[in-house]
């Protein structure tokens, strides 16, 4: 599935910080999960309306990919868009881009899955039907659903 950048509906800026640099003058590949995982935080926290209590019900990273487009360097001005573009039972894919705050060019995209996890049980769970209700309404009609909310 190809993501459009017109498709998101939530950003998160980032501060680049002196230590994301590394000797080649752009921001280190390691870095850029730390950006996605900032924008992530920032999803769920508005999306679901309340803070992840990962003792109970959290979210695990089962698979990313990542495609760096171009390098990142220290004076750029980033953000970092995120998106929840298909539920499934258990696991949501989620796709998210850094993006140039002035120029919109893409930096770099990424795809990942997210199984809903109990921690406490050391099981995955299914997504709670409030988050899946909350997650539906944010992103409106770009959501594919493997299960219906009901």
Known sequence: MTIK?????????????????????????SVY???????????????????????TEGLVLANITIDYLKPITLY??????????EMG????KMGQEIVNRVSK???????????????????????PLLWRERIADFEKEGLIHGVNLQ
């Open 33 to 55: 999960q730390q950006y996605f995982d900032l924008g992530k935080i920032a999803y769920f926290n508005r999306v679901l309306g309340e803070h992840l209590n990962l003792e």
């Open 105 to 127: 060019e893409v930096y770099t995209t990424s795809k990942s899955v997210l199984v809903c996890f109990s921690n406490s049980s050391g099981l995955s769970i299914p997504i």
């Open 76 to 85: 750029d001005s980033i953000e970092v868009f995120t998106r929840i573009y």
């Open 89 to 92: 039972t258990k696991s949501l």
């Open 5 to 29: 950048p017109h498709s998101y509906f939530h950003s998160t800026p980032i501060q680049i910080r002196v230590n994301d640099i590394d000797p080649l003058n752009h921001v280190n590949n």
